[in-house]
């Protein structure tokens, strides 16, 4: 049931892109976004309530495909700043969120 | 400081031992989430409660229970415990109990078993 990512770990260079993927083996009812540092509290970025739906926080944005029981977060001209582990929750029936299994990114100069 | 409260920060105690996380939701915010992540693992999660009622459960273990008082804070009760026990555990919250707001997590209480 928890939504697998991939890839598992990226490594950019600043201004550069990245794309990770969020898939479920079940029907969604919502996709969440989260971005985890180090040693900190994971911090909500977006969330997707339709199938189809994009949203965009600054220069991260992400996409709902509601058919393929996947979503994907984009991150444009990345930034130091990006890096962390990056979380998807996925909500079958609004009764909990399951987080996926994590991407780690990482911006070097 | 996101709103979320959650004490003690740290925690170091003995297998067998019983101890009590608390954690005080943003204000305004009804729903109030649990979950663990155990060292380079990702969230699991353990229990929802809404406006004092339980209202999701997952693979929390039966030594492990939690419960949310009429002023809305939650405390998460861990007992026999084991060396595995040993994580990080977040409290969350949310104005809706229905996942479709962002959660506010709390910055965690590290909790070591020796």
Known sequence: QQPVQSPQAVILREGEDAVINCSSSKALYSVHWYRQKHGEAPVFLMILLKGGEQKGHEKISASFNEKKQQSSLYLTA????YSGTYFCGTVYNTDKLIFGTGTRLQVFP | DSGVTQTPKHL???TGQRVTLR?????????VYWYQQSLDQGLQFLIQYYNGEERAKGNILERFSAQQF???H???NLSSLELGDS???FCASSVDPGQIDGYTFGS???LTVV
Do not use: M, N
Request: glycine share 8%.
């Open chain 2, 12 to 14: 170091i105690t003995a």
């Open chain 2, 23 to 31: 954690c005080s939701p943003r204000s305004g915010d009804l729903s």
């Open chain 2, 70 to 72: 009429p002023d809305l």
């Open chain 2, 74 to 76: 939650s405390e998460l």
């Open chain 1, 78 to 81: 990345s930034q130091l700043s």
């Open chain 2, 87 to 89: 994580a990080l555990y």
């Open chain 2, 108 to 110: 965690g209480t590290r």
